[in-house]
């Protein structure tokens, strides 16, 4: 995760200065495994990494990866524990969901780690339902049941996102990064 990050700030400093200001620094292990403990789920290793060498975003500027603002590690055990509680609650409520309706909507193995700010995140699917691969990255969306796959893991997605930003089809434009090729 070190040698993509450097890929990333290297291209955010020349580019985009205001995003790069938008990272913010590192979680520490505390933290990290204190989300892990919140959470009832230790996060993969690059993730654990990731976080260490940025926590997220500020959110004061554009998204970084696509549509998605990466979550800091507080905000993530806090999103982790909403999506947790509307089935609780719906389960207190004796709303008459199906087991397979319930899981459908959200499995406490997801660990929501970016968010588009319209109730949508990409989650890392640590529960491998179906042989479909643990720690695979989703796409949650909070008004549809399809939970499309997008990368095979956190550092694929990231290490996809920089080297296409190394390769030149983003631009920095208007405080938006904008895929153009």
């Not at 055990?77 to 089935?87: G, P």
């Not at 609650?89 to 700010?117: G, H, M, Q, Y």
């Not at 956190?154 to 080297?163: D, G, I, P, Q, W």
Request: glycine share 6%.
């Amino acid at each position: 995760m070190t040698a993509i990050w450097k890929i990333i700030d290297r291209w955010l400093a020349a580019h985009a200065p205001e995003l790069a200001r938008d990272l913010l620094p590192g979680a520490g292990a505390r933290e990290i495994t204190e989300a892990e403990k919140n959470v009832n789920i230790k996060f993969p290793p690059d993730l654990r990494k990731s976080l260490a060498i940025h926590d997220g975003q500020l959110g004061g500027v554009t998204p970084l990866v696509g549509d998605w603002q990466l979550l800091p590690v507080s905000v993530i055990a806090r999103k982790w524990k909403v999506l947790h509680d509307v089935v609780t609650v719906d389960k207190k409520r004796k709303i008459a969901l199906s087991e397979a309706e319930k899981t459908a909507w959200w499995n406490d193995k997801w660990i929501p780690f970016a968010t588009n700010n319209a109730g949508d995140h990409l989650c890392i699917d640590m529960s491998d339902e179906a042989g479909a691969g643990k720690g695979r990255v989703i796409c949650y969306w909070h008004m549809r049941k399809d939970r499309e796959a997008v990368a095979s893991s956190y550092k694929e997605l990231m290490a996809s996102f920089a080297k296409d930003l190394d390769a030149g089809k983003y631009k920095y434009e208007d405080r938006a990064l904008i895929k153009v090729k």
